[in-house]
């Protein structure tokens, strides 16, 4: 299982960024986002499963919405009003026959 992650990059505090993520294999199991930022463990942003339930870690609700599309086995977070606390590294997961699968990560910078 493959997971591409692409999207990140700077942006002002305020402002909007998308990432997405694709597998390489049908993925029935939740997918997610999670986030690492210097120094800090890595944190759940938010999950979905296939079904589309929805779960945000309490910091990003109300601001990041996560996408799903089952046919094309993609993820993609929305992220508005960013913070310079969102300053991360942001991996997508991917749970898949008993185990978690992680991307490469992408860097999401946000200035004051």
């Known amino acids: 299982v493959q997971l591409q992650a692409s999207g990140g990059g700077l942006v002002q505090a305020g402002g909007s960024l998308r990432l997405s993520c694709a597998a390489s294999?049908?993925?029935?199991?939740?997918m997610g986002w999670y986030r690492q930022a210097p120094g800090e463990q890595r944190e759940l942003v938010a999950t979905?499963?296939?079904?589309?339930?929805?779960n945000y870690a309490d910091s990003v609700k109300g601001r990041f919405t996560i996408f799903r599309n089952n046919a094309r086995n993609t993820i993609a977070l929305q992220m508005n009003s960013l913070r310079p606390e969102d300053t991360a590294v942001y991996y997508c997961?991917?749970?898949?026959?008993?185990?978690?699968?992680w991307g490469q990560g992408t860097l999401v910078t946000v200035s004051s």
């Open positions: 997961s991917a749970y898949r026959l008993s185990r978690d699968y």
């Open positions: 294999v049908t993925i029935v199991g939740v």
């Open positions: 979905i499963t296939r079904g589309f339930d929805v």
